[in-house]
Each structure stands twice: as C-alpha cells, then as structure tokens.
C-alpha cells in the first residue's frame, strides 16, 4: 500500500491532541491515560501538633468543627486595616491577624479589566485566606490562634515617602502572648510574617507555630471547559520536589503528598498567580492538607518552637510571596518557587523557548511582534529541513501524471502498483515522508509554545495590534482562525493534490477543522501559526516554480 505523507500528518495531528486532552486532565487533577493510578503512601501523623488539632476559622468560614478543635473564643470588637503599598491594598482583620484580601494594583481582572485581581478575598462562597497562629495549650489554656482577637498597634498604613510599611498585632491567651508583624516593601511581592511568642506564665510551654492557606474547592471565575486551568494547592520539599494536589482528593482523603521536611514551601497555585508561605529554612516543619466542611480546604505546614522558659521569647521570621508567576521573580524568593509556573511534561523546549521570547520582547517591547519575530526565527532555524520537505512535495508534483498512469495500470494489483511507485521514487529521487518534515520539524515548538502562552503571566493582558487585548486569550473576533484556514487552504493548492477523490475532500476539510479548534486557542499561538503559514507559503512557492516541469 502507497505510503501517503497526509495519512502519516492526520497521525501526527491526532496524537498531538491526544497529547494536548491528556496534559489538560492532568494539569486539572485528573489521572494521566498513560499511567496507573499510584498506590498512596501511609501518612505519618506530625509529632508535635496534629492537623485536625487546628483551630478551623470563626469567620468567614461556616462551622464544619472537625473533632478535638478548641472552642472559638467570645466575639469582641475587632476592625479590618487596609495597608497600601505600590503593588498592594491589603486587608487584615484584627480578629485572628488573618490576611483576608489582597488586591494587586498592577494586574487587571481576567473577567472584569475594570477591576484589579484579588487573591485573598472573603466573598460569599468565595474564600481565600491566608492565616498563622499557635498551636498547643498551657496551664492556662488556649494558645493564640487565627481566630483570637489581636489588638493592633498604631502606625503608618501606606508608604508614601517609606519603602516598606509595618503592621503589629499582639494576642494574650493560654498565658502567651504572640505579635504577628507583617511588613510591605515597596515593589515588592514578599511579605515578611514574623512572629515573637512569649512565655508569661511560671511553667514552660512548648506551642507550634501553623501557617495555613485557606481555599474553597470552586472554579476560577471566567473557567471554561475549553479554557480550564490549574487551581489547587501545591508543595515543595528537597526530597519530593515539585507536587500538585487537588481539593477533590484532599476531600476524599486520597492526597498524596510530603509530610514532613526542613526546607520548602506551601502554596496555593492559580492560573498565573500563586501565594505561598515560606517558613524559615532548615527548620523541621509538618505538612499537612485537610477539608474543612462546606467545600472549603486548608494546606498548612506545623513547625514546634522548641521550649519556651518562663519569660522567654523566641521568634520566627517567614515570608509569605504573593503574586504573579513571573519566572524572574519567583526564581529570586526561594529555590523550587518558580516551578508553580507549569509548563508539565514540555518544560524542557518551553522554558529555553520563553527565554528566547523574552530577549527579543526586551528589544522589541510588543509581545505580539514578539511572537512574529521568534516565528521568523524558528524558520530560519529550520530552514534547512523545511527546504528538503518543500523540495521533495515539489518533486512528488512534478510526478504525478506518472503515478496516476501507476495507478490506473496497476488498479487490480495493489502489490505491483507499491513496487512501480517505489520504483519511481527511486528514479525521481523523491523521499515520499519528505513532505512531512516541515509539520514534524515544528509540532514541538507549536506544542511548547502552548503552554508558554498558558502559563506566561508576562502575556497576560498584553495587546498586539487593533483587536488583540490579549495574547493569552482567544482572538474576540475570530479573524487569525479565519486567516489561518485561508492560509491552509491556499498551503493545500500548493500540494500535490491526493488521486483518491475521499482524500481530496478530507484535506479540504482539514483547514475548516484546524480553524474551528483554533477559536478556543491562545489569539498568540493562532498568530504564531498564521505568520508560519505565510512564511512557509512563501518559500514553498518558490520551490515549487524551480522545480516545475518545462512547458
């Protein structure tokens, strides 16, 4: 049977989506079609303070008390400060130091452009929280938690003419007192948590101190089946690396993840933006994930403070990052951050494939010439491979009133009409998977190049030209999908044309095919493939006149 270079694209393009369908379920916590699910580990009980023995949050957490949890203290006069800093309008509710939004100042709402993007936030069903405290009790009860009154102690709450802006809660329960002290510094997206526990009683204590991130278990607003992204809590230790969790398996008690470590972090990753606490390094810490009722999750890590004699204080300066995956950024605050910026199973092409975006933006400043330049690149690059594959569909044109007259006089043998079409090869010198090269060359990239623009914060609300707002977003008006399938259609003129008349009208079809998935695309990677499109028309006309037969 006549090997056909289409048939042989059509299995490319299909195991490229398969490829695509699995890394989208497996960015979205669901379980790879190409491996088992994995058996999970015996979770070993923290030591020093159990997760379930956390206070769960008074407001604006509905109740879900899991067992052993201290009863809530009496509600008391408490206020919300709002901080301000150039990147920051932060709120903190003296009702447990809990920081309870946070709002960035230099990014805009992916749904809402009129609107800035919040993280932290305590909106009817929507709850994100960032909350630390002391774990354990004394002879005299409770230790300070997230859900005892602080008392706020007076200062500055912008920067103006500062470069940094200092917030100092103080709590007194179970005869300790504990000063949380945030500090916001200007350009920023590191908040220092510091926090200094004093013995008041005449008997040692041995509290711990927990750093919690609080999330409900919903979708990002503006989340689509065919725009879907990553939401969920995720981890970093020397041993285990990287780890993503989801909210379904914390809730079913099947999450998998590092229990204990001395360096590392916890987060809470979204679809281009992350908070994670940072606790001192080579500090044992236990780490844990838990839900805590009513579609609400918690992952936190428990560190013990050692014994504290009478009197004493001992203090813990950790850090909390929060804001925008910038690779440059999240490189610079602790080591294994800047992997939150997930790239999955093409990190390998992608991340050398932004570096080489990101020199070309720094001398071009537009994101979407950007793209045209680096795609004129990868053809330069290519342009070896691409000119053999060119040559050789130029070569197979040239040649097929031959292979038609092969078809007709063989049409009974099929065995016979394989070996005069070999044959022919042979004479012509023609490679028949040649035209295959300049797809194959460069289905890496194009996948790569995916989930470049999916995870690129940098992208992110960056125009290019008249309608495109947003490299990141599918084009609003469908005009790249549409010039990309005339591009195809004219590329499909250029081809030797199939004899058989069904395959003639499937790769009519194909263009219209490619066009319709190409409407929930990236508007930046739809560009990337129209100015390849052009470029490769170009060069395979030229080819394909050198090469045509004389009249």
Same mark, same amino acid.
């Not at 993280?119 to 960032?130: I, T």
């Not at 709590?171 to 300790?176: R, S």
């Not at 933006?361 to 680096?374: C, D, E, V």
């Given at each position: 049977?006549?090997?056909?270079?289409?048939?042989?694209?059509?299995?490319?393009?299909?195991?490229?989506?398969?490829?695509?369908?699995?890394?989208?379920?497996?960015?979205?916590?669901?379980? @790879?079609?190409?491996?088992?699910?994995?058996?999970?580990?015996?979770?070993?009980?923290?030591?020093?303070?159990?997760?379930?023995?956390?206070?769960? @949050?008074?407001? %604006?957490?509905?109740?879900?008390?899991?067992?052993?949890?201290?009863?809530?203290?009496?509600?008391?006069?408490?206020?919300?400060?709002?901080?301000?800093?150039?990147?920051?309008?932060?709120?903190?509710?003296?009702?447990?130091?809990?920081?309870?939004?946070?709002?960035?100042?230099?990014?805009?709402?992916? +749904?809402?452009?009129?609107?800035?993007?919040?993280?932290?936030?305590?909106?009817?069903?929507?709850?994100?929280?960032?909350?630390?405290?002391?774990?354990?009790?004394?002879?005299?009860?409770?230790?300070?938690?997230?859900?005892?009154?602080?008392?706020?102690?007076?200062?500055?709450?912008?920067?103006?003419?500062?470069?940094?802006?200092?917030?100092?809660?103080?709590?007194?329960?179970?005869?300790?007192?504990?000063?949380?002290?945030?500090?916001?510094?200007?350009?920023?997206?590191?908040?220092?948590?510091?926090?200094?526990?004093?013995?008041?009683?005449?008997?040692?204590?041995?509290?711990?101190?927990?750093?919690?991130?609080?999330?409900?278990?919903?979708?990002?607003?503006?989340?689509? $089946?065919?725009?879907?992204?990553?939401?969920?809590?995720?981890?970093?230790? %020397?041993?285990?690396?990287?780890?993503?969790?989801?909210?379904?398996?914390?809730?079913?008690?099947?999450?998998?993840?590092?229990?204990?470590?001395?360096?590392?972090?916890?987060?809470? @990753?979204?679809?281009?933006?992350?908070?994670?606490?940072?606790?001192?390094?080579?500090?044992?810490?236990?780490?844990?994930?838990?839900?805590?009722?009513?579609?609400?999750?918690?992952?936190?890590?428990?560190?013990?403070?050692?014994?504290?004699?009478?009197?004493?204080? +001992?203090?813990?300066?950790?850090?909390?990052?929060?804001?925008?995956?910038?690779?440059?950024?999240?490189?610079?605050?602790?080591?294994?951050?800047?992997?939150?910026?997930?790239?999955?199973?093409?990190?390998?092409?992608?991340?050398?494939?932004?570096?080489?975006?990101?020199?070309?933006?720094?001398?071009?400043?537009?994101?979407?010439?950007?793209?045209?330049? &680096?795609?004129?690149?990868?053809?330069?690059? &290519?342009?070896?491979?691409?000119?053999?594959? $060119?040559?050789?569909?130029?070569?197979?044109?040239?040649?097929?009133?031959?292979?038609?007259?092969?078809?007709?006089?063989?049409?009974?043998?099929?065995?016979?009409?394989?070996?005069?079409?070999?044959?022919?090869?042979?004479?012509?010198?023609?490679?028949?998977?040649?035209?295959?090269?300049?797809?194959? +060359?460069?289905?890496?990239?194009?996948?790569?190049? $995916?989930?470049?623009?999916?995870?690129?914060?940098?992208?992110?609300?960056?125009?290019?030209?008249?309608?495109?707002?947003?490299?990141?977003?599918?084009?609003?008006?469908?005009?790249?999908?549409?010039?990309?399938?005339?591009?195809?259609?004219?590329?499909?003129?250029?081809?030797?044309?199939?004899?058989?008349? +069904?395959?003639?009208?499937?790769?009519?079809?194909?263009?219209?095919?490619?066009?319709?998935?190409?409407?929930?695309? %990236?508007?930046?990677?739809?560009?990337?493939?129209?100015?390849?499109?052009?470029?490769?028309?170009?060069?395979? $006309?030229?080819?394909?006149?050198?090469?045509?037969?004389?009249?």
């Amino acid at each position: 049977m006549e090997i056909n270079k289409r048939t042989i694209l059509w299995i490319v393009f299909a195991v490229a989506l398969v490829v695509l369908w699995n890394d989208w379920m497996v960015a979205n916590g669901k379980q @790879s079609m190409f491996s088992a699910q994995p058996p999970a580990k015996v979770a070993q009980a923290p030591t020093p303070a159990k997760p379930n023995d956390l206070p769960t @949050s008074a407001t %604006p957490t509905p109740a879900g008390a899991v067992p052993g949890t201290p009863a809530a203290p009496a509600a008391v006069q408490t206020q919300v400060i709002t901080i301000t800093t150039d990147v920051y309008k932060a709120d903190i509710d003296t009702a447990g130091g809990v920081l309870r939004r946070l709002e960035l100042l230099k990014y805009r709402d992916k +749904v809402d452009p009129s609107k800035n993007q919040v993280l932290f936030q305590a909106n009817g069903p929507r709850v994100y929280l960032a909350q630390t405290g002391l774990t354990g009790t004394s002879a005299a009860g409770v230790l300070p938690n997230h859900n005892t009154p602080f008392t706020l102690r007076p200062g500055p709450r912008t920067l103006d003419s500062n470069n940094q802006v200092q917030v100092v809660l103080d709590a007194e329960q179970g005869g300790v007192r504990l000063t949380k002290t945030f500090t916001f510094k200007r350009n920023d997206y590191v908040i220092d948590v510091r926090h200094d526990v004093t013995n008041l009683t005449q008997a040692p204590v041995t509290p711990s101190l927990y750093f919690q991130l609080e999330h409900d278990g919903m979708k990002p607003e503006g989340d689509t $089946y065919f725009n879907s992204s990553y939401t969920g809590p995720t981890l970093w230790t %020397p041993e285990e690396h990287y780890q993503k969790l989801t909210f379904d398996k914390i809730g079913k008690g099947s999450d998998d993840h590092a229990k204990q470590a001395k360096d590392g972090w916890i987060a809470i @990753s979204q679809h281009f933006f992350v908070s994670a606490f940072i606790p001192p390094a080579n500090t044992q810490r236990d780490i844990y994930t838990k839900s805590l009722g009513n579609n609400l999750f918690a992952i936190g890590a428990v560190e013990p403070l050692g014994t504290v004699a009478p009197g004493a204080t +001992v203090s813990n300066a950790a850090r909390l990052y929060s804001g925008p995956q910038v690779q440059s950024l999240l490189e610079n605050v602790t080591p294994g951050l800047d992997l939150v910026r997930d790239y999955a199973w093409a990190a390998i092409i992608a991340k050398p494939i932004f570096a080489t975006m990101n020199w070309l933006h720094s001398m071009i400043g537009n994101w979407g010439w950007t793209i045209i330049a &680096f795609t004129i690149l990868i053809k330069l690059l &290519f342009f070896p491979l691409s000119a053999a594959g $060119y040559r050789s569909m130029a070569k197979m044109k040239t040649v097929t009133p031959k292979m038609q007259a092969i078809r007709e006089r063989f049409k009974n043998d099929p065995v016979k009409m394989q070996q005069a079409t070999m044959e022919l090869y042979k004479a012509e010198k023609i490679n028949p998977l040649g035209g295959c090269l300049p797809i194959l +060359v460069q289905m890496p990239v194009f996948l790569a190049l $995916y989930w470049v623009l999916q995870a690129a914060v940098e992208m992110r609300g960056a125009p290019w030209v008249g309608w495109i707002h947003d490299l990141t977003a599918p084009d609003p008006y469908f005009i790249l999908p549409i010039l990309y399938a005339i591009s195809m259609f004219i590329t499909q003129k250029l081809n030797p044309q199939p004899a058989d008349p +069904v395959q003639a009208k499937m790769m009519m079809f194909m263009p219209l095919a490619f066009s319709v998935i190409f409407l929930f695309f %990236p508007s930046g990677l739809v560009l990337y493939w129209v100015v390849n499109n052009l470029i490769s028309m170009a060069q395979q $006309y030229v080819i394909t006149k050198k090469f045509a037969p004389a009249k």
